[in-house]
């Protein structure tokens, strides 16, 4: 065992499993800060983060969301789908298909399917990509056990300019209509704001707080909680601005 594994192993925020699930439990939603997560993947894999900068890059050359109903320019994605039949089960990638959301859900966007471009197969394979899969999957079992999976991930950039309203969730305070939703921060650059806020199904406001070093994860029960991100913007309008975040959904699979 190498140095690295013995911090990671002897870690006093591996308690964050616990923490964790109690908390999302008890409240419906948690707040995870990023070193309790690095503790929780690199005490499972000495290399889970070992690729992390070039999973990181590979947000900057993703297409524009072409389905934004509020005209807006400033949103980038790609998206891929998985499924998973127990809590120790392959993760499977599943052939490429339209997301599509009720407007139940979404009264922005949804209503019809949306066809995004997949995300690269080299991050898909990426140790950083598998290793957020395979926590997701642990915990979401464990809050909801003997469930098979259906699970989207989602690569996003928004972008903030002077020129429009930057929203990192335009259909404002929402839920996904799943089960369980992580939002894992992967860079912000040069902008202010961006706070994930929490509400219960009635709108009552629950908590705040923000995503800012990568890693950060916020974690919803989709059934219990409603969620929402204030718009971002630019500290120096003359500079590229940003916010980049993978969303991971899992919703209980139906059967045939």
Wanted: hydrophobic fraction near 40%; charge should be neutral.
């Amino acid at each position: 065992m190498n140095k690295s594994q013995i911090v990671a192993s002897t870690h006093p925020l591996l308690k964050l499993r616990e923490d964790l699930i109690t908390t999302v439990e008890k409240t419906g939603f948690s707040f995870c800060p990023s070193a309790a997560i690095q503790a929780w993947l690199l005490a499972q894999s000495h290399d889970a983060l070992s690729d992390w900068a070039s999973f990181a890059e590979s947000w900057n050359d993703m297409p524009l969301d072409e389905y934004m109903a509020d005209g807006g320019r400033y949103r980038r994605r790609r998206y891929a789908v998985f499924s998973a039949s127990s809590a120790d089960s392959n993760i499977k990638l599943e052939p490429h298909q339209p997301h599509y959301q009720s407007l139940d859900y979404n009264t922005l966007n949804g209503g019809i399917p949306r066809h995004f471009e997949q995300i690269k197969a080299s991050t898909i394979a990426s140790n950083s990509m598998q290793n957020v899969l395979k926590f997701c999957q642990k915990v979401f079992s464990e809050l909801m056990p003997n469930t098979p999976w259906h699970i989207e991930c989602h690569q996003f950039r928004i972008e903030a300019n002077a020129q429009q309203l930057a929203k990192p969730t335009p259909e404002g305070v929402h839920r996904d209509g799943v089960e369980f939703v992580l939002v894992m921060m992967i860079k912000r650059q040069n902008i202010s704001s961006g706070t994930t806020t929490m509400h219960d199904l009635k709108l009552k406001t629950l908590d705040s707080f923000t995503l800012t070093e990568p890693l950060d994860v916020a974690i919803v029960n989709d059934n219990r909680c409603m969620h929402g991100v204030t718009p971002i913007v630019p500290i120096d309008p003359s500079q590229t601005a940003y916010r980049d975040v993978l969303v991971v959904t899992f919703k209980k699979l139906q059967s045939a």
